[in-house]
């Protein structure tokens, strides 16, 4: 059964940093685009950001340019992409998933519907 995993989310005070892993189950990250989206209380879910299969275009939405960075890595076969988040604010509390697309980078790039598969979200507050 393919599966997406994210872990690393947690509670901290504002101004504080997290780092965000995303591993596959049944298949390798290798051949898709990897996106985060996050949904916070009451909200829609939206596009955080994106990687390219290779790793040569990344994306992100406004409100997380210069504090969000995404990367991906391939460590003994197993290939994991990161969200490092920085300077985090309340309202950067939200679930935060990772989801895989078969097409590759997309310019809607931020678009649910652009993935295939999707993880299970890991919670990320951000309080005082």
């Known amino acids: 059964q393919l599966q997406l995993v994210e872990s690393g989310g947690g509670f901290v005070q504002p101004g504080g940093s997290l780092r965000l892993s995303c591993t596959a189950s049944?298949?390798?990250?290798?051949?898709?685009?990897i996106g985060w989206f996050r949904q916070a209380p009451g909200k829609e879910r939206e596009g955080v950001s994106c990687?390219?299969?290779?790793?040569?275009?990344?994306?992100?939405v406004d409100s997380v340019k210069g504090r969000f960075t995404i990367s991906r890595s391939r460590d003994n076969a197993k290939s994991t992409v990161y969200l490092q988040i920085n300077s985090l604010k309340p309202e950067d509390t939200a679930v935060y998933y990772c989801a895989a697309s078969s097409r590759g980078y997309s310019s809607r790039w931020y678009s649910e519907y652009e993935y295939d598969y999707w993880g299970q979200g890991t919670q990320v507050t951000v309080s005082s």
């Open positions: 990687i390219s299969r290779s790793g040569g275009y990344t994306k992100y």
């Open positions: 049944g298949f390798t990250l290798d051949y898709y685009a």
